[in-house]
């Protein structure tokens, strides 16, 4: 019997949907219908596993509804097996929460002639540890361009790439009033500035916690940044 593929995936629809709903009840916002049950700010990701996430129709469906927070197994077929072995083994191996990307930030270099790419988390890392950067900047603002890719080729990040926004930082103290940092041009200063600290965490539910001081004031701005945030 032939079916044809588009009937197949209509009648697919209503099941595709019916998991969504029981989703919605473990994460979605009460009350909420449609894509806005799952307007949650705090939903890192969802996670897919099992053979029917080969399927066309459910991977759309999802890209639709979550985007880039759809996460799917390496090995989809086998991850309920996995899973199931792990919490039947005796002597079960510790399970560690790790980020599965690069996580960075472009900075300027040459006076703003070039751009490099800062790789401050490493794929694999274990979420809960510090990260820190120190240095004197030469210029009398920062531009912290934080970005997320798949991997690093030659220093360059390739294959997917996503933004987690836009940090400003004001190295010169006569730019701490409160002003709009965005409409002031970056100029290098005649010397080193006053020394910078960059502190990162990463919580368990993948959000980057970033802390950047002026060491010498004690001067010190707090972020969070994640796609979506």
């Known amino acids: 019997m032939t079916i044809d593929c588009a009937a197949f995936y209509e009648q697919c629809a209503p099941l595709v949907e ?8 473990v994460v979605g916002a009460p009350g909420a219908v449609g894509d806005e049950r799952f307007a949650n700010d705090a939903l890192a990701g969802v996670y897919v596993v099992g053979g029917a996430s080969d399927l066309p129709v459910v991977a759309r469906k999802l890209r639709e509804v979550f985007g880039r927070r759809v996460k799917r197994s390496t090995y989809p077929s086998a991850a309920t097996a996995v899973g199931l072995a792990i919490a039947f083994e005796d002597d079960a191996p510790t399970v560690e929460e790790r980020l599965n990307r690069t996580f960075g930030v472009f900075r300027e270099l040459g006076d703003g002639a070039d751009v490099a790419f800062d790789p401050i988390v490493p794929p694999e890392a274990e979420l809960g540890r510090e990260w820190v950067r120190r240095y004197r900047p030469m210029h009398n603002l920062g531009c912290y361009r934080f970005a997320e890719c798949d991997r690093l080729q030659d220093g360059v990040p390739v294959g997917d790439l996503l933004p987690w926004g836009v940090v400003r930082f004001p190295f010169d103290p006569g730019l701490r009033t409160g002003a709009d940092l965005a409409e002031v041009a970056v100029r290098r200063l005649d010397a080193p500035g006053p020394e910078v600290e960059e502190r990162y965490r ?3 539910a993948g959000i980057v916690e970033v802390e950047i001081t002026d060491v010498d004031s004690g001067f010190r701005q707090h972020h969070r940044l994640g796609a979506g945030l």
């Open 18 to 25: 019916r998991s969504l709903e029981a989703v919605a009840s």
């Open 202 to 204: 990463i919580d368990a």
